[in-house]
């Protein structure tokens, strides 16, 4: 049976004896015979071996031992390696460049742009600490003058010769940076019609990138851009239901809050009025304890002091699972009806929600508070195991709370 191969050949050689021009596929018309793929072979095992590229050299030698056994799995084996190496190098011609001998070298092909050289220079496994990352450095600058993207983002996922981390760290970044500049442009066009589309698009550029791509400043930076472009579009909802939880502490959320009131918004009053529209289901959103963790701390780190009674108020239609964030605020900021509020969650079904209900009463109520606390102090159910050297022990928190909490007031 003839091959389809041969089959081509000969139709195409009776078409040209006709004196037809005929084109024929140039992947079946140039493909390698078996002796120029082990020719091949042979020459990237010498240029590997020479780099000191030692894996690839390995899987080089074992394609040429396989051409050898079985032709045809040796000819699927090498197309797969090219492939990989095509990506890896870009063009396995450069292999045969030698690298760069000093930094003057180095200087010079950056200035004149050869990233080739570089890359070589960069993945040569005998070259000096200084050199490699000299020549790291300076293919790194040369493809972001350039705008090589696509041979950036190769580096930065492991499929060139950035081979050291620290080097592809770098270039993760440059990459990250690259992509964040877009975003953010494309965001500060934004009408006030598609912001909060543009953001939801846009914010794995620039706000939950990893840290070793962008840092935590950087990622801050931008979220309060997002937030300002916000706040002048009159996005309040969006802003505090899918912004303010983000982050820990100094997150993305706390920060945003600073940046928010350093530009001249009114904190309080947009979350009071944002309270109202949505007294029926007051921060039961996902996050919200995140939300309003952030909200009192800043709250309370900028001495805003002076509307106790309106949170007061507020505090008793929150639910359990958020009140603890507000009853600290309460209670660091001595706020009178904070004890009227802990009383009533003194039947909670939350641990922490009691236990923190009694320590406020304990801080800010009197005698006649105490006999509130009895029940409590004396009767509460909850206990955990705790580990004393080699001996385990129960104690009640609430139990625990509630008891310091009566001895307080009883002497006040």
């Not at 600058?141 to 930065?156: F, S, T, Y």
């Not at 589309?197 to 791509?213: G, I, L, P, Q, W």
């Amino acid at each position: 049976m003839v091959s389809n191969k041969r089959c081509l050949r000969f139709v195409l050689g009776v078409v040209l004896g006709a004196g037809v021009l005929v084109s024929a596929p140039a992947d079946l018309l140039a493909a390698p015979s078996d002796a120029e793929i082990k020719a091949n072979l042979n020459k990237y095992i010498a240029l590997f071996e020479k780099k000191s590229r030692r894996a690839d050299a390995f899987l080089a030698k074992r394609a040429l031992k396989q051409m050898s056994t079985d032709p045809a799995r040796g000819r699927r084996f090498y197309e797969g390696l090219k492939q990989r190496w095509d990506t890896k190098y870009g063009d396995l011609s450069t292999l045969s460049v030698d690298p760069l001998k000093s930094l003057a070298e180095i200087a010079k092909a950056k200035a004149a742009k050869q990233w080739k050289v570089l890359e070589v220079t960069c993945m040569y496994a005998d070259a000096t600490i200084a050199l490699l990352d000299a020549a790291c450095k300076a293919a790194r600058e040369v493809h972001v003058a350039l705008g090589n993207q696509k041979r950036l983002k190769a580096i930065c996922a492991g499929n060139a010769p950035f081979t050291k981390w620290r080097h592809r760290s770098r270039v993760c970044k440059a990459v990250a940076a690259s992509g964040a500049q877009g975003a953010m442009k494309a965001f500060g066009s934004a009408t006030c019609a598609t912001v909060i589309s543009v953001f939801e698009k846009n914010k794995d550029k620039t706000v939950t990138v990893s840290r070793h791509k962008m840092s935590k400043e950087q990622q801050n930076k931008n979220f309060a851009t997002f937030a300002l472009k916000m706040a002048k579009c009159k996005k309040w909802d969006y802003l505090f239901t899918n912004m303010m939880h983000w982050g820990g502490g100094s997150g993305p959320g706390r920060r945003m809050l600073d940046a928010l009131a350093k530009a001249g918004h009114n904190i309080e009053k947009q979350v009071f009025a944002y309270m109202k529209r949505h007294r029926g289901n007051l921060f039961t959103f996902k996050n919200a304890n995140y939300a309003l963790d952030h909200l009192v701390g800043y709250l309370w780190d900028n001495k805003l002091t002076g509307n106790c009674k309106t949170w007061v108020k507020w505090a008793y239609k929150l639910p359990d699972n958020v009140w603890g964030n507000m009853n600290w605020y309460l209670r660091k900021a001595r706020c009178k009806g904070a004890v009227k509020v802990a009383l009533k969650r003194l039947g909670s079904g939350i641990v922490s929600v009691r236990e923190g209900a009694c320590t406020t009463v304990g801080e800010l109520g009197g005698r006649r508070h105490a006999r509130r606390l009895r029940p409590l102090a004396k009767g509460d159910g909850y206990f955990k195991w705790v580990r004393r050297g080699y001996r385990r022990y129960r104690i009640w928190p609430v139990r625990e709370a509630c008891a310091a909490a009566i001895a307080r007031c009883k002497v006040r």
